[in-house]
């Protein structure tokens, strides 16, 4: 069984030709993931705490400008530059999923790993955020809610991930592809965002990662993300 489970890497497709920039992902990262709201204020100042974000592109000359979005997120690094850089080891690579994880109740707030990281994906929790009535209702219990002066990013929805497993093995099987989903992937209405197991060849994410149309943003950079984006007419060159 541990042999199994070493051999899982837990990966995602974006297909930037149907992603409609809606935000539904953005939404629904927050709701999942108990991500305070902070307001125009704090994001004015570069405090927003967002997990995944929206990147819009514009191409073409006017009149005939039309835009283009990349949904931007941590993109759990093979070789993290945010990792080696912590001096308690908060953020570290999970044997388990191959994703990198940050243990909250170590880190002390450097933010090296923020500085570290080439995607700027990583969020510092500048306050003790609250959530006014009735917001307070939405809370996730099954995902902590982070203190003052830790760092935060996306997880792959690991609590889930966790989930369908401890389900698989209860009922004495295998986890099937497509059972685990994460939250920005199960509100995504032009179903854009494909989660699974990257070393299944017969998974769905594992084929589309092998698209033509396949690229890595900052590949060159040799961090080994796990996200492979899907290019549309006009990204990135194409």
């Known amino acids: 069984m541990a042999e199994e489970v070493q051999e899982k890497k837990w990966g995602m497709v974006i297909d930037l030709d149907i992603c409609s920039g809606c935000n539904a992902c953005v ?4 709701m999942e993931n108990n991500i305070p709201w902070v307001g125009e204020d704090e994001v004015a100042y570069g405090r ?4 995944i974000r929206m990147e819009r592109f514009w191409h073409g000359e006017y009149p005939a400008v039309t835009p283009e979005y990349t949904p931007m997120l941590c993109q759990q690094c093979g070789s993290a530059p945010c990792e080696p850089v912590c001096p308690v080891y ?8 191959q994703i990198n994880v940050q243990v909250y109740n170590r880190c002390i707030g450097t933010r090296y790993c923020a ?28 995902v902590t809610v982070r203190r003052r002066g830790v760092m935060e990013k996306c997880t792959f929805c690991i609590q889930r991930i966790r989930r369908g497993e401890d389900q698989a093995s209860a009922e004495g099987r295998e986890l099937q592809d497509g059972e685990v989903v994460p939250a920005c992937a199960q509100a995504c209405p032009t179903d854009a965002i494909v989660f699974g197991n990257l070393r299944d ?3 769905r994410v594992s084929q589309l990662a092998h698209s033509q149309r396949g690229m890595r943003v900052l590949e060159e950079l040799g961090t080994e993300p796990s996200i492979v984006y899907l290019k549309g007419v006009g990204n990135y060159g194409s």
């Open 27 to 30: 939404t629904a990262c927050s």
């Open 90 to 97: 908060a953020s570290v690579h999970s044997e388990d999923e």
């Open 48 to 51: 927003g705490m967002h997990w």
């Open 115 to 142: 500085n570290n990281c080439p995607y700027f994906v990583r969020q510092f929790n500048w306050f003790d955020y609250e959530w006014p009535e009735p917001l307070n209702y939405y809370l996730n219990p099954d």
């Open 201 to 203: 060849p017969n998974s």
